[in-house]
């Protein structure tokens, strides 16, 4: 069975740190874009950053650059987002997807994780 799976979600201060992880099974990371989204409710999903698998470039979005950093942890079939500097427009339920290419929308990715929820609140 091929699946993602998130966690790291919580509840955090403005200003606070969170470290999400998706992990793999029934497939190996490393030869896939992996691709973390975010929805906010009410809002459409949107697509925060991405990973080549190619060469290993990571892309950003504008409202999280700068903040928030995408790493590989290849030995694990792992990867992490490190979120930095949280406000509370930040709080959406996050997910992972992987696909052949990072894409420019959430049909370009082939598998999905359930999502994390993260809340940013004083």
């Known amino acids: 069975q091929v699946q993602l799976v998130e966690s790291g979600g919580g509840l955090v201060q403005p200003g606070g740190s969170l470290r999400l992880a998706c992990a793999a099974s029934g497939f190996t990371l490393d030869y896939y874009a992996i691709a973390w989204f975010r929805q906010a409710p009410g809002k459409e999903r949107e697509e925060i950053s991405c990973?080549?698998?190619?060469?290993?470039?990571?892309h950003y979005a504008g409202p999280v650059k700068g903040r928030f950093t995408f790493s590989r942890d290849n030995a694990n079939n792992t990867v992490h987002l490190q979120m930095n500097s949280l406000n509370p427009e930040d709080t959406a339920v996050y997910y992972c997807a992987a696909g052949w290419l990072c894409s420019t929308d959430e049909g370009g990715y082939d598998y999905w994780g359930q999502g994390t929820q993260v809340t940013v609140s004083s």
């Open positions: 990973i080549s698998s190619s060469d290993g470039s990571t």
